[in-house]
């Protein structure tokens, strides 16, 4: 398997996973400012969306979407606690929690990574970041470490790299010390610091 990525984005979260199921995989750079890869492949072609995270599989087919692929990923590496067997009520709740992310808290930060955003649309993103940091807050503050309780799981990925932008953005956690503690507690995993060394980010 190769995953496409662009460093600190969330294409992190993948990447993540992919080492914690501990199968070996390749890893590509893309610059989404020219949308080539560093082996000067058009990404778009690859890709036809423009962004990150791809997986390509061995037989050549391809997987978009972030949310997807790290369930493929867990599937296929028989990791049932990254994400717990179709059809139960533990993976309706890890799927829960990815689309939240995804649609709620990850599009809130949009406004902030576009140079093209209106100012308004800027100045508005961080209290609608703040509301969906509440959110994580109020579900963190029964004292569990991750989101679906004592088992790390895909969801705890995501949100462990979503809400590390906040510090990048200015907005930080102070607010929200049980979401810090959890991406304090998940940045501590070997999976996690070997995602973001490869990535330069550490």
Not at 88 to 105: D, G, I, K
């Amino acid at each position: 398997m190769k995953l496409y990525f662009s460093p600190g984005a969330c294409s992190l979260s993948p990447h993540i996973i992919l080492r914690e199921i501990g199968q070996p995989f390749e890893l590509e750079r893309v610059d989404l400012a020219t949308r080539t890869t560093e082996t000067g492949a058009d990404f778009r072609t690859i890709n036809p969306k423009g962004y990150v995270p791809v997986l390509e599989l061995n037989d050549g087919a391809v997987l978009t979407e972030g949310v997807a692929i790290v369930q493929y990923i867990a599937d296929r590496g028989g990791a049932g606690d990254l994400a717990p067997p179709a059809g139960t009520l533990a993976r309706a709740r890890v799927q829960e929690h990815l689309n939240f992310v995804a649609s709620e808290l990850h599009k809130a930060f949009g406004p902030l990574f576009r140079a093209d955003a209106p100012e308004e649309a800027k100045k508005a993103a961080p209290a609608e970041i703040g509301r969906r940091f509440d959110h994580m807050e109020s579900l963190l503050s029964d004292g569990r470490p991750f989101l679906l309780g004592e088992k790390f799981s895909v969801a705890d990925a995501y949100l462990f790299v979503v809400s590390g932008w906040a510090e990048a953005t200015g907005i930080g956690l102070a607010r929200w010390p049980n979401l810090a503690a959890f991406v304090e507690r998940v940045g501590a995993r070997p999976s996690v610091k070997a995602a973001m060394a490869a990535e330069g980010l550490i």
